[in-house]
């Protein structure tokens, strides 16, 4: 079979992932080069390879097998297409990494060795297989008036024209607007459009605008040719519209995953198979102070300390050992400048198509942060723990299940309950009584409200009164409860012993009051309140001033005032006071003491008074006067007034006559003796006028 000179005049790109065994991208002008589809070719992955010469199929097979990444070959071979025609083959291969996806991509560039006839080709030759059957466009155009002269099928279909609509056009018309000054600018750049049977010449990829207004990126082949005796040019636009875009978003996607590398948190390396660096992102080099020219083909241990060189060698080697399994390796990094980072990494081995284990790659992170948190929130927790179990009050958490998850020591003493009783439990199994207690009532109003509640309740089976705060979480309820047994008793005692005094001060008549330092009422009995409204008409107000009572002179105001203050000053004493009563209009005499107030610390803040009523004993006390100045007379009467009759009595008895009672001379005696009774009868009787006559 002979070897076809007439041939596509368009390269063939055609993308591989030879991971998937599966095609990414067919170019149109397949077609052209090897006489198949894309759909064929998608359709069956060995067409291609079918169609080379078997004696050099093995060569070529290995040849793509040794490329390695980013390297290029460039093969020739034949084919034989399904038309029974030959053609030599020029195949640049390229196997490069999608970044999108990790895979390996075989990249071809596939092109046709011999050269399309130029000059004065006929139009039998050069249509039946250049122009009719080209899949891609193709057309004819004057080399005067841009006008087309002849197009193909495909130039119908790819544009949406007809051909006689073709005819009527101009290659300006097929280009956007904005493409028309560098149409202009490239044709006076070739203006000659020689006739060259070497080479086509390549004008590059330019946008066209279809019918419908689509925009087509076509990549355009030229070369001058004599047609119907008129210089014109045929033009072969391969439309790669597709390829770029795919190019388009490969390149997106490179940048965006470069982008995503470099603002990666995370370390990212590479190792190569003899443990040197391939790679390493922007994150490790920052952290730890290097560039990459630094790095990349050293081995690792430039970035390890000495004494964990070991601990990075088995990873390596367990990685390698062990493809597909994740390596994990927490171990220090030093950086340039001379500090130490905790780094976290996962490492596992890449291989290539063969199976073979030929890059270590490893993902790691800086957890110094992180360990340093941790310690410290070890620690807080520790002394968390340490301040639970020191304090007196009792602790206790239950998780959303009701289930004791942590008690104190102070709990477990008060419920007499060991803490391993309780510790995974159910509360409610644990100490059954307070389900309907007013303690089962508050936890569960405490979860349906998601608010803390304090109550204090007794609780029976342990005889105790319990002060309890409890607080909801998201992990469960955190509980504190002091026993206030004691407290409550001294309470009950507190209130039965003011009571009992409130009612012993308002029992007692005397009168009893307190003031701040601002001379405010504080507090005063009932007895106070009832004798200051009686003396007044105005009934004392708890808080007003004192000094300001109404029902009192200023005179009376002032002389109150100069007492507190005496008593704020510190001095504690006693005055009788004298009131007059409003109704009788009589005086009435109180003892009043003032007695300063003194906080623990020694600050006066008030005085207390105490006021008895004396009016009664004052008279008493007059009264005694009175009778002791009555018994003074009565003294004096006797000495004076009854000594001279008594003692001529004494005299007159002692000279009678008792042996002779009938002598005469004691008849003249006995006169005597009348005489001096009298006066002793009248000495008497004054006294007993001085005894009970009131002298005031």
């Given amino acids: 079979m002979p070897i076809n000179t007439i041939a596509p005049t368009t390269d063939c790109i055609i993308i591989f992932d030879t991971d998937e065994q599966r095609y990414l991208f067919i170019s149109p002008a397949i077609i052209n080069i090897l006489g198949i589809t894309a ?22 097979e290995t040849a793509v097998a040794s490329l390695d990444i980013n390297e290029s ?42 050269q399309p006839t130029a000059g004065n080709a006929t139009e039998d030759s050069l249509f039946s297989d250049l122009f009719y059957k080209n899949a891609n466009p193709v057309w004819i155009v ?18 949406g024209y007809t051909e006689d609509e073709f005819l009527l056009l101009t290659l300006s018309d097929i280009r956007p607007p904005e493409e028309i000054g560098s149409l202009k600018t490239y044709l006076s750049e070739n203006e000659n459009f020689e006739i060259s049977a070497d080479d086509f010449n390549r004008a ?23 047609y119907k005796g008129r210089n014109c040019i045929l033009s072969i636009a391969t439309d790669v519209t597709a390829k770029l875009q795919y190019q388009d978003e490969a390149r997106r996607r490179e940048q965006f995953l470069n982008s995503l590398i470099d603002s990666q948190t995370n370390f990212l390396i590479r190792i190569d198979i003899k443990g040197r660096f391939s790679f390493v992102n922007k994150q490790f080099l920052k952290t730890f102070g290097y560039n990459a020219t630094e790095l990349i083909g050293q081995h690792f241990a430039i970035t390890t300390i000495p004494q964990e060189l070991h601990l990075c060698e088995e990873a390596f080697v367990n990685c390698v ?40 790659q490893g993902i790691g992170q800086d957890i110094t942060a992180k360990l340093k948190i941790e310690r410290e929130i070890k620690e807080a927790a520790e002394k968390l723990d340490a301040f639970i179990e020191s304090i007196t009050d009792s602790f206790f958490i239950i998780d959303n299940e009701w289930r004791f998850v942590k008690v104190n020591s102070a709990f477990e003493k008060m419920t007499n309950t060991p803490r391993e009783e309780m510790l995974g439990n159910v509360l409610w199994d644990v100490y059954p009584e307070i389900m309907d207690s007013g303690f089962g009532r508050a936890y569960y109003e405490m979860i349906e409200k998601r608010e803390s509640v304090k109550f204090t309740e007794y609780f029976e089976p342990i005889d105790r009164w319990l002060s309890t705060s409890a607080y909801p979480s998201a992990e469960g309820i955190t509980i504190y409860v002091k026993d206030i047994s004691d407290e409550r008793r001294a309470q009950e005692e507190a209130h039965w012993t003011k009571t009992s005094l409130e009612a012993l001060i308002n029992n007692t ?22 004798e ?28 109150w005032v100069a007492y507190y203050s005496r008593a704020l000053l510190g001095e504690q004493y006693t ?39 004396i009016t009664r004993r004052l008279k008493i006390e007059q009264e005694l006067i009175d009778q002791n100045e009555r018994l003074r007379n009565i003294a004096s009467l006797s000495s004076h007034e009854i000594r001279r009759p008594v003692a001529s009595m004494m005299g007159l008895i002692s000279i009678m006559d008792k042996e002779n009672f009938f002598n005469p001379e004691n008849e003249q005696i006995i006169q005597h003796l009348f005489t001096v009774s009298a006066e002793i009868d009248d000495v008497i009787r004054l006294i007993v006028d001085s005894t009970f006559t009131s002298h005031g």
Wanted: proline residues 3%; aromatic residues 10%; contains cysteine.
């Fill in 204 to 226: 590059g990829i330019w946008k066209h605008s279809s019918k419908s207004g689509q925009i087509i990126y076509a990549d355009v082949n030229w070369f001058g040719i004599k």
């Fill in 39 to 60: 759909a064929q070719l998608l359709s069956n992955n060995s067409l291609w390879f079918d169609m080379i010469s078997e004696t050099q199929r093995g060569g070529i």
């Fill in 73 to 114: 070959v460039e093969l020739n071979y034949l084919i034989n297409t399904p038309q029974n025609t030959t053609r030599a083959i020029i195949d640049k291969k390229n196997l490069v990494i999608d970044e999108a996806t990790n895979h390996k991509v075989l990249v071809s560039t596939i092109s046709v060795q011999t």
């Fill in 575 to 613: 005055i009788i006071n004298e009131s007059i009563d409003r109704q009788t209009k009589t005086p009435l005499y109180f003892e009043v003491s003032f007695n300063p107030i003194y906080t623990q610390q020694g600050d006066i803040i008030g005085v207390g008074c105490f006021a008895r009523d």
């Fill in 532 to 559: 200051t409204t009686h003396l007044t008409g105005v009934e004392p107000i708890a808080g007003a001033h004192s000094y300001l009572h109404k029902g009192y002179s200023e005179e009376i105001h002032n002389e």
């Fill in 509 to 530: 008549h005397d009168h009893i009051w307190s003031v701040d330092r601002e001379m405010r009422y504080v507090y005063m009995n009932d007895a106070y309140i009832r």
């Fill in 321 to 360: 050992s062990n493809p597909g399994k994740i390596v994990k390796l927490l171990h220090k990094k030093p950086d340039v400048w001379g500090g130490l980072h905790d780094t976290d990494w996962e490492f596992i081995s890449i291989t290539n198509d063969s199976g073979q284990v030929c890059e270590v």
């Fill in 142 to 159: 004057d080399k005067q008036t841009l006008c087309f002269l002849k197009v193909n099928h495909a130039a119908t279909v790819h544009y």
